[in-house]
C-alpha cells in the first residue's frame, strides 16, 4: 500500500506563495501517477496537476488552465515526495488541497493541508 502526508499549507496574501509537499510512503514502486486536487467550501474536489511516477525517468506534467503560469508541480524521487509550487497566489485559490496516487492496488489520498489567499 501506499501512505500520503501533505505539508506546506497555511495563510498567504494574494499574490504571494506557498510550496506544498507530498511525502509517499510505502510500495511507491507501484505508484503510476500522482497529482494534486484542491476542494472549496461548497465545490465538487478538482484536478490542479498530475506527473508521472516517483520513480520514473519520464517526468510529464499536466495543469488545469486556471494555474497554467502560476503552479509547478514536481518530484524529487531520491525523498519520494512530491511538490506544488504556487505563486502569484489569488483569493480563489482558497481550498483544501490534497495529493493523489494512482498505484497497483487502487488510489491513495493523503489527508490534505489548507490554502488560504486573502488580505
Known amino acids: 500500500q501506499v501512505r500520503l502526508v501533505e505539508s506546506g499549507g497555511g495563510l498567504v496574501q494574494p499574490g504571494g506563495s506557498l510550496r506544498l509537499s507530498c511525502a509517499a510512503s510505502g510500495s511507491v514502486f507501484s505508484i503510476s501517477t500522482m497529482g494534486w486536487y484542491r476542494q472549496a467550501p461548497g465545490k465538487q474536489r478538482e484536478l490542479v496537476a498530475t506527473?508521472?511516477?516517483?520513480?520514473?525517468?519520464?517526468?510529464?506534467?499536466n495543469y488545469v488552465d486556471s494555474v497554467k503560469g502560476r503552479f509547478t508541480i514536481s518530484r524529487d524521487n531520491a525523498k519520494n515526495t512530491m511538490y506544488l509550487q504556487m505563486n502569484s497566489l489569488k483569493p480563489e485559490d482558497t481550498a483544501a488541497y490534497y495529493c493523489?496516487?494512482?498505484?497497483?492496488?487502487?488510489?491513495?489520498w493523503g489527508q490534505g493541508t489548507q490554502v488560504t489567499v486573502s488580505s
Open positions: 493523489k496516487a494512482i498505484h497497483t492496488w487502487g488510489t491513495s
Open positions: 506527473i508521472n511516477c516517483i520513480n520514473c525517468w519520464d517526468d510529464s506534467t
